[in-house]
């Protein structure tokens, strides 16, 4: 049997921290993931999937994501029901997250329109996390670009 789930997306709201009786950490929040197609009016539209994280993952997770985080969560999905105060049965499906990925760099998204001494350096890093990451969005600096030339590899370099 396969139970795994891989999301990537934004939070709607900060994190929810709480403990258990026993001292037991545990986060929840909800992860905007847009869908890979657009509706009939054209406009792209998104799943508010809820997700739970434990220990010290769920104390990360509270500490460093916030509303617009991007996040990715690998974990698995669960399904759980409970009477509510009508006496109806409720049922709630989550995903348990075994991890918690934070894909932003520290600090984006913050509002920086302030004072920006102390940030003279904050293009050259933002530049450098742009190139280690790759910039598939610049294709002047794609090596792979058709230039016309004929690419130079030898049977020798391919590893099979």
């Given at each position: 049997m396969i139970n795994r789930i891989i999301l990537v997306g934004r939070l709607t709201k900060d994190p929810e921290l709480r403990y258990t009786p026993n001292g037991v950490a545990?986060?929840?929040?909800?992860?905007?993931?847009?869908?890979?197609?657009t509706n009939q009016q054209g406009d792209r539209e998104a799943d508010f999937i809820n997700v739970v994280v434990w220990r010290r993952q769920a104390e990360n997770?509270?500490?460093?994501?916030?509303?617009g985080s991007l996040a990715g969560v690998d974990g698995r999905l669960q399904t759980r029901s409970y009477d509510n105060n009508e006496g109806r049965?409720?049922?709630?499906?989550?995903?348990?997250?075994?991890?918690?990925?934070?894909?932003?760099?520290?600090?984006?998204?913050?509002?920086?329109?302030?004072n920006n001494s102390g940030n003279r350096n904050q293009g050259n890093?933002?530049?450098?996390?742009?190139?280690?990451?790759?910039?598939?969005?610049?294709?002047?600096?794609?090596?792979?670009?058709n230039d016309g030339k004929p690419i130079?590899?030898?049977d020798d370099d391919l590893p099979f």
């Open positions: 545990v986060a929840n929040f909800t992860l905007a993931v847009n869908r890979p197609f997770a509270a500490n460093f994501l916030k509303k049965r409720v049922y709630v499906t989550e995903v348990m997250a075994e991890s918690v990925q934070f894909l932003e760099p520290k600090g984006t998204g913050d509002n920086q329109s302030g890093q933002n530049q450098s996390n742009n190139q280690s990451r790759g910039n598939f969005n610049d294709f002047n600096n794609d090596p792979f670009a130079d590899i030898s």
